[in-house]
């Protein structure tokens, strides 16, 4: 089992950077792949990013492709959302959260374990 605490949510005008980082509890966070969702007001929750056990597979929902960028540092237990020019659309709760799989490729592994979310607020 592993445990998730984000960190690094605020508020930033539109065009700026926020970069998320999610902690990981637990000595076996090599082997989860880790990913990042986010859900907006009145909206479903949706996939953002994810990113493979090794770090070199990733996969980015196309509404932030070219924008954010994933990382781990499994060294450190931790995994990473750099956001860039940010947009008002992109203001939601993002949550980190864990897969009990080794790659991201083909369909969207099932994600099991979840953190408590940080609040992304971007403002026009």
């Known amino acids: 089992q592993v445990q998730l605490v984000e960190s690094g949510g605020g508020l930033v005008q539109a065009g700026g950077s926020l970069r998320l980082s999610c902690a990981a509890s637990?000595?076996?966070?090599?082997?989860?792949?880790m990913g990042w969702f986010r859900q907006a007001p009145g909206k479903d929750r949706e996939f953002v990013a994810a990113?493979?056990?090794?770090?070199?597979?990733?996969r980015y929902a196309d509404s932030v492709k070219g924008r954010f960028t994933i990382s781990r540092d499994n060294a450190a237990n931790t995994v990473h959302l750099q956001m860039s020019s940010l947009k008002p659309e992109d203001t939601a709760v993002y949550y980190c959260a864990a897969a009990i799989t080794r790659v991201v490729g083909g369909p969207l592994p099932r994600f099991d374990y979840w953190g408590q979310g940080t609040q992304v607020t971007v403002s026009s």
């Open positions: 990113i493979s056990v090794s770090g070199v597979g990733t």
């Open positions: 637990g000595r076996t966070f090599r082997s989860y792949a």
